[in-house]
């Protein structure tokens, strides 16, 4: 994948670029960014990515989640430049061949989205959620969940879809190693809402 | 948590189509993929970025505006100024005018004077948004703050600061008042009167995809395409038009995929119209992407008002008369839809009552805009009249649930005129008062002792009963209000070679599940395969002039036109095919991807055949025209009315006022269902932000700087996934006699009640502290004050210590 020609959709002519190489879907991508875009701007304008969403640039909807090294990130609170040696996962890996994942599936089974601006943040901290292994309760998927906002479904068909999704298909285990990556990288520290900061997300 | 379905549904008829059965989404799968297509996934080639520098202040004149600095930075392309916008712009229109207000100066950029915080004052168009942004910085704009007001009865005293001066003497825009009979006699002659005044707290819809818009000029052409993220797209086409001086047949505006609106997508704002003023003086695409900050303070607000309710009853407990003179906070300006007006529609609720007066103040004030949102007026005034017949009830000393029941609208009144003139069409409001009863345990929990738990909370449950008004009465009723739009909603149906049928609709797709619901609609009418109909949503160069996807009314007005279309089409059809099959038309029948003979089922013909047929014109009857299209309108004969009653359970800490719902239970009836999982989902939703509103969102703003305090996501609360109370759902099904197929609107139900049934549920619970709830959001903070205003006013010792308060926060 290539930059678009034209330096304008990156920012002026005289802004300095940061090259990064990071794997994204499991494709390596070398790219050279301005060092003020996160990495939702990154996915979105350099690669057209555009399933991953932005609401509020704060850190705080979870429209943008992806999923980088195996863990939830909110990624209009992470660099671009933060990406190197990195690998990130988008909601546009998760269809098998031409069609619809076991968790997308689940979804569309619980009718667990309506306008679906929110889906990829919640598909996104699910699939994270399974890298952790293990099979998480009801309770415990409402409370991970908690930090993408949904205003369409009132949320209980999201619980049930991951619910079942665990039930029946989820992948248990570890997340996929990054490729060369620096595990020690640290990740923008997320303000709660309740006022206290804890890691990403 | 739990969730009940006790689906009850009387005597439904079975059904061979696909109405009444809940398949899968049209929408789904490109959503799920991530492929949508909201308006900042609109990438043209060469696009250029626009930011807005906004007003600080809530009232000030804008003095000097230097642009110098900011044109010279390195990427910026193009600025607009208030002088720019005036010298080429007509003010911005609005759609549902407030009845008898004179019409408010209003331009895209802030001409001598801001209103309120975050209007718009210059906008800049650079390479990226960055860059953009970056020059916003430089612009310098000078501005001479001015007196203020940002309490809505402030607003109203003789010495307020008057916000536009040039046609109004002060902030009272206008009066609009309704009823029958004489109330005030009423009031004179009954046993029993109970009053009080109640605050609603202005709140946001909120949509998790902000405004967006990517305009595109062709100057040669005189083509402007505009892709937008609306509800309406046929009228902000309209309103472009009007603004910019164009011919609508120069405007083609786009909503593909809308990322949530209830609302507050209703038609053009000043940056639809600044995005556009860029693009045509630069010849190249502008995009611009409110910011969530942007959207705090520019896009509408709802709700806030406050109610002077009176209810007065005769001994036995039957309603004599209803009034309600309540003022609704409009802000700084007067939106495309303006402050809600449905407080007066529903005046009375599902209750029967001959006499009764609504009267709307719509005042203004330093505030963002007031728009539409999701119950338009509907929830509000049914926290009033609500928390008022349990107070009737108390001061009686009867049964709530009884009072409801005695004065209900009964099936048998039906259809029947409120006191400002609703027509309700027909329901059993009564059954669904008695199935919320019975769920939720009113009458054990009546029977037993009111003592606290062992963990010393008190247990307490609570009604709200209510009407929801869905679609518009006629289109006689919108022009008397001056609306910009009709009643009705229109369909384009088209054939196409592959077997399939299209279907153009300027309804956009913003998680209504209208695609749906509209193929299921063909599907059953015309007899193909749901999976062979095509919804195409949101493009006004492809679809009929609509009015657009609000006030619950899509399907209601959309599901006449969709059949009338369908069933043309069918009928031609039957007709080519059966001469292609040497029969009969009234002997072959569409199933399928195929029309085929009744009794002959060898006999049959490929649909694709059949629609090639008549797009090529060769191998159609003599006589018949070539083509497979139709175009349909449809207007309701009236409005429909859903309805419902919920019950909460609340254990309330009479100490700290800290309190949670432990059950809610809906019943509701959206008449005929035509997909079971998409209503459930609706009024899940719904419900979600009705929970939200009545417990935890509130947007504050600082009566001594006229500042929004809590304008960021950080500050401002909608319910996350762990804030929800358990819901149980239930349903009843009474077909409306006024809509095609029976159905009812069912989007703005669930927002109506959660606020009256959760605080007459706190009530219930401190029956013996005397604690009277009148203000939303209601929060433990609110609780506590009230235990403690109730403890100061009966001079006992039931309530806590006034001093420390307790740490629930945000309930």
Same mark, same amino acid.
């Given at each position: 994948?290539?930059?678009?020609?034209?330096?304008?959709?990156?920012?002026?002519?005289?802004?300095?670029?940061?090259?990064?190489?990071?794997?994204?879907?499991?494709?390596?991508?070398?790219?050279?960014?301005?060092?003020?875009? !996160?990495?939702?701007?990154?996915?979105?304008?350099?690669?057209?990515?555009?399933?991953?969403?932005?609401?509020?640039?704060?850190?705080?909807?979870?429209?943008?989640?992806?999923?980088?090294? %195996?863990?939830?990130?909110?990624?209009?609170?992470?660099?671009?430049?933060?990406?190197?040696?990195?690998?990130?996962?988008?909601?546009?890996?998760?269809?098998?061949?031409?069609?619809?994942?076991?968790?997308?599936?689940?979804?569309?089974?619980?009718?667990?989205?309506?306008?679906?601006?929110?889906?990829?943040?919640?598909?996104?901290?699910?699939?994270?959620?399974?890298?952790?292994?293990?099979? $998480?309760?009801?309770?415990?998927?409402?409370?991970?969940?908690?930090?993408?906002?949904?205003r369409?479904?009132?949320?209980?068909?999201?619980?049930?879809?991951?619910?079942?999704?665990?039930?029946?298909?989820?992948?248990?285990?570890?997340?996929?190693?990054?490729?060369?990556?620096?595990?020690?990288?640290?990740?923008?520290?997320?303000?709660?809402?309740? %006022?206290?900061?804890?890691? &990403?997300? | 948590?739990?969730?009940?379905?006790?689906?009850?549904?009387?005597?439904?008829?079975?059904?061979?189509?696909?109405?009444?059965?809940?398949?899968?989404?049209?929408?789904?799968?490109?959503?799920?993929?991530?492929?949508?297509?909201?308006?900042?996934?609109?990438?043209?080639?060469?696009?250029?970025?626009?930011?807005?520098?906004?007003?600080?202040?809530?009232?000030?004149?804008?003095?000097?505006?230097?642009?110098?600095?900011?044109?010279?930075?390195?990427?910026?392309? !193009?600025?607009?100024?208030?002088?720019?916008?005036?010298?080429?712009?007509?003010?911005?229109?609005?759609?549902?005018?407030?009845?008898?207000?004179?019409?408010?100066?209003?331009?895209?950029?802030?001409?001598?004077?801001?209103?309120?915080?975050?209007?718009?004052?210059?906008?800049?168009?650079?390479?990226?948004?960055?860059?953009?942004?970056?020059?916003?910085?430089?612009?310098?704009?000078?501005?001479?703050?001015?007196?203020?007001? *940002?309490?809505?009865?402030?607003?109203?005293?003789?010495?307020?600061?008057?916000?536009?001066?040039?046609?109004?003497?002060?902030?009272?825009?206008?009066?609009?008042?309704?009823?029958?009979?004489?109330?005030?006699?009423?009031?004179?002659?009954?046993?029993?009167?109970?009053?009080?005044?109640?605050?609603?707290?202005r709140v946001t819809a909120l949509p998790?995809?902000?405004?967006?818009?990517?305009?595109?000029?062709?100057?040669?052409?005189?083509?402007?395409?505009?892709?937008?993220?609306?509800?309406?797209?046929?009228?902000?086409?309209?309103?472009?038009?009007?603004?910019?001086?164009?011919?609508?047949?120069?405007?083609?505006?786009?909503?593909?995929?809308?990322?949530?609106g209830f609302g507050l997508k209703l038609?053009?704002?000043?940056?639809?119209?600044?995005?556009?003023?860029?693009?045509?003086?630069?010849?190249?695409?502008?995009?611009?992407?409110?910011?969530?900050?942007?959207?705090?303070? &520019?896009s509408t607000h709802a709700r806030e008002?406050?109610?002077?309710?009176?209810?007065?009853?005769?001994?036995?407990?039957?309603?004599?008369?209803?009034?309600?003179?309540?003022?609704?906070?409009?802000?700084?300006?007067?939106s495309?839809f303006?402050s809600a007006?449905l407080?007066?529609?529903?005046?009375?609720?599902?209750?029967?009552?001959?006499?009764?007066?609504?009267?709307?103040?719509?005042?203004?004030?330093?505030?963002?805009?007031v728009g539409a949102y999701r119950g338009y007026g509907q929830p509000e005034?049914?926290?009033?009249?609500?928390?008022?017949?349990?107070?009737?009830?108390?001061?009686?000393?009867?049964?709530?649930?009884?009072?409801?029941?005695?004065?209900?609208?009964?099936?048998?009144?039906?259809?029947?005129?409120?006191?400002?003139?609703?027509?309700?069409?027909?329901?059993?409001?009564?059954?669904?008062?008695?199935?919320?009863?019975?769920?939720?345990?009113?009458?054990?929990?009546?029977?037993?002792?009111?003592?606290?738990?062992?963990?010393?909370?008190?247990?307490?449950?609570?009604?709200?009963?209510?009407?929801?008004?869905?679609?518009?009465?006629?289109?006689?009723?919108?022009?008397?209000?001056?609306?910009?739009?009709?009643?009705?909603?229109?369909?384009?149906?088209?054939?196409?070679?592959?077997?399939?049928?299209?279907?153009?609709?300027?309804?956009?797709?913003?998680?209504?599940?209208?695609?749906?619901?509209?193929?299921?609609?063909?599907?059953?009418?015309?007899?193909?395969?749901?999976?062979?109909?095509?919804?195409?949503?949101?493009?006004?160069?492809?679809?009929?002039?609509?009015?657009?996807?609000f006030?619950?009314?899509?399907?209601?007005?959309?599901?006449?036109?969709?059949?009338?279309?369908?069933?043309?089409?069918?009928?031609?059809?039957?007709?080519?095919?059966?001469?292609?099959?040497?029969?009969?038309?009234?002997?072959?029948?569409?199933?399928?991807?195929?029309?085929?003979?009744?009794?002959?089922?060898?006999?049959?013909?490929?649909?694709?055949?059949?629609?090639?047929?008549?797009?090529?014109?060769?191998?159609?009857? $003599?006589?018949?025209?070539?083509?497979?299209?139709?175009?349909?309108?449809?207007?309701?004969?009236?409005?429909?009315?859903?309805?419902?009653?919920?019950?909460?359970?609340?254990?309330?800490? $009479?100490?700290?006022?800290?309190?949670?719902?432990?059950?809610?239970?809906?019943? !509701?009836?959206?008449?005929?269902?035509?997909?079971?999982? *998409?209503?459930?989902?609706?009024?899940? %939703?719904g419900?979600?932000q009705g929970?939200g509103a009545?417990?935890?969102e509130?947007?504050?703003?600082?009566?001594?700087?006229?500042?929004?305090?809590?304008?960021?996501?950080?500050?401002?609360?909608?319910?996350?996934?762990?804030?929800?109370?358990?819901?149980?759902?239930?349903?009843?099904?009474?077909?409306?006699?006024?809509?095609?197929?029976?159905?009812?609107?069912?989007?703005e139900?669930?927002t109506?009640?959660?606020?009256?049934?959760?605080?007459?549920?706190?009530?219930?619970?401190?029956?013996?502290?005397?604690?009277?709830?009148?203000?939303?959001?209601?929060?433990?903070?609110?609780?506590?004050?009230?235990?403690?205003?109730?403890?100061?006013?009966?001079?006992?010792?039931?309530?806590?210590?006034?001093?420390?308060?307790?740490?629930? %926060?945000?309930?």
């Open positions: 994948m290539t930059a678009p020609p034209d330096t304008g959709a990156h920012g002026t002519a005289a802004e300095q670029l940061v090259e990064i190489v990071t794997t994204v879907n499991g494709q390596e991508v070398t790219e050279r960014v301005p060092p003020r875009w !996160h990495v939702a701007d990154f996915l979105r304008r350099c690669l057209g990515l555009t399933g991953t969403h932005v609401g509020c640039e704060q850190g705080v909807c979870g429209m943008c989640t992806v999923v980088v090294d %195996g863990e939830a990130v909110k990624s209009c609170l992470m660099l671009a430049c933060q990406l190197d040696g990195r690998q990130v996962q988008t909601v546009e890996s998760l269809a098998e061949d031409d069609r619809l994942g076991p968790l997308q599936h689940a979804f569309s089974e619980q009718h667990a989205l309506q306008c679906g601006f929110c889906t990829p943040g919640f598909l996104m901290t699910a699939t994270a959620l399974a890298y952790q292994g293990g099979r $998480p309760s009801r309770e415990e998927i409402r409370e991970e969940i908690t930090g993408v906002l949904c369409c479904t009132g949320y209980e068909n999201v619980v049930s879809a991951i619910e079942r999704w665990f039930a029946e298909d989820a992948p248990m285990g570890s997340a996929p190693l990054a490729a060369g990556g620096d595990a020690d990288v640290d990740v923008l520290p997320v303000p709660d809402r309740a %006022g206290g900061l804890r890691g &990403a997300p | 948590m739990t969730t009940t379905e006790r689906p009850a549904r009387p005597a439904a008829p079975q059904r061979a189509g696909v109405i009444g059965t809940s398949v899968p989404r049209k929408e789904d799968e490109r959503l799920l993929r991530g492929d949508g297509r909201f308006t900042d996934d609109v990438d043209p080639a060469r696009v250029l970025h626009m930011a807005v520098a906004r007003c600080p202040y809530p009232h000030a004149r804008v003095v000097r505006v230097d642009t110098d600095a900011a044109r010279r930075l390195d990427g910026v392309v !193009h600025l607009l100024t208030g002088a720019d916008v005036r010298a080429a712009t007509e003010p911005l229109t609005v759609l549902r005018p407030v009845p008898g207000a004179p019409q408010l100066p209003y331009y895209a950029l802030a001409q001598d004077v801001a209103t309120h915080e975050g209007q718009a004052v210059v906008s800049v168009v650079a390479t990226s948004r960055h860059v953009a942004e970056d020059a916003l910085e430089l612009v310098e704009i000078e501005y001479e703050p001015l007196p203020h007001v *940002v309490d809505v009865l402030a607003a109203l005293e003789p010495d307020a600061p008057v916000l536009h001066p040039s046609v109004l003497d002060s902030n009272l825009l206008a009066v609009n008042s309704d009823g029958s009979g004489d109330p005030e006699a009423r009031m004179r002659e009954a046993a029993v009167v109970v009053e009080g005044r109640f605050r609603i707290s998790m995809e902000t405004r967006a818009v990517v305009a595109e000029w062709r100057a040669g052409a005189r083509e402007l395409t505009v892709h937008c993220s609306t509800q309406v797209p046929h009228l902000v086409r309209k309103q472009l038009a009007e603004s910019l001086r164009l011919s609508e047949s120069q405007i083609r505006t786009v909503a593909s995929d809308v990322g949530g038609g053009v704002f000043p940056e639809d119209v600044l995005a556009c003023l860029h693009a045509m003086a630069l010849r190249r695409p502008v995009k611009w992407v409110e910011d969530r900050a942007e959207h705090f303070r &520019a008002s406050v109610h002077d309710y009176r209810i007065a009853a005769d001994a036995d407990g039957r309603i004599l008369a209803m009034t309600d003179v309540y003022t609704t906070d409009i802000g700084g300006w007067n495309p303006g007006q407080s007066s529609v529903v005046l009375n609720g599902p209750y029967r009552v001959a006499d009764g007066y609504a009267e709307r103040r719509v005042t203004l004030t330093n505030k963002t805009p005034v049914n926290f009033a009249y609500e928390r008022l017949v349990d107070q009737l009830a108390r001061r009686l000393g009867v049964d709530p649930v009884e009072l409801r029941a005695k004065n209900m609208v009964a099936p048998q009144d039906m259809p029947w005129r409120n006191p400002t003139g609703a027509v309700y069409d027909s329901g059993d409001y009564e059954r669904c008062l008695r199935m919320a009863a019975d769920a939720i345990g009113w009458a054990e929990h009546r029977a037993a002792p009111h003592e606290p738990r062992p963990d010393g909370r008190l247990v307490g449950i609570g009604f709200s009963s209510f009407v929801e008004r869905t679609g518009y009465a006629s289109s006689r009723f919108l022009a008397r209000r001056g609306s910009q739009f009709g009643a009705h909603e229109s369909v384009t149906l088209r054939a196409n070679r592959s077997g399939g049928v299209d279907v153009h609709t300027g309804v956009s797709t913003m998680g209504q599940s209208s695609e749906t619901a509209f193929a299921q609609i063909v599907s059953e009418v015309f007899g193909i395969d749901y999976d062979q109909v095509a919804v195409h949503a949101g493009d006004t160069g492809a679809s009929p002039l609509n009015t657009g996807a006030a619950s009314r899509t399907l209601i007005a959309a599901s006449g036109a969709l059949a009338a279309a369908a069933e043309e089409l069918a009928a031609k059809t039957r007709r080519i095919a059966a001469w292609r099959l040497d029969a009969e038309a009234a002997d072959v029948e569409i199933a399928g991807s195929v029309v085929r003979h009744r009794e002959r089922p060898d006999a049959q013909i490929p649909l694709a055949e059949v629609f090639n047929a008549a797009i090529t014109g060769q191998g159609i009857p $003599p006589g018949e025209e070539p083509g497979m299209e139709s175009t349909s309108h449809f207007e309701p004969s009236d409005a429909a009315y859903s309805f419902g009653t919920a019950a909460a359970k609340v254990s309330v800490d $009479p100490q700290t006022g800290e309190f949670d719902v432990e059950r809610f239970v809906l019943v !509701h009836d959206g008449g005929t269902l035509v997909n079971p999982t *998409v209503v459930e989902g609706q009024i899940r %939703g419900l979600a929970f009545a417990l935890m509130e947007l504050r703003y600082d009566p001594d700087t006229g500042q929004l305090v809590n304008g960021s996501m950080m500050d401002y609360f909608p319910p996350t996934a762990a804030d929800l109370p358990p819901v149980e759902l239930l349903h009843t099904e009474v077909p409306s006699p006024v809509t095609p197929f029976g159905v009812r609107g069912v989007g139900a669930g109506i009640p959660p606020g009256a049934a959760v605080a007459n549920a706190i009530c219930d619970a401190l029956a013996d502290h005397g604690v009277e709830l009148d203000s939303l959001p209601i929060t433990p903070e609110t609780v506590w004050q009230a235990l403690s205003r109730a403890a100061a006013a009966n001079d006992d010792h039931l309530a806590p210590t006034p001093g420390d308060l307790p740490d629930g %926060g945000p309930g």
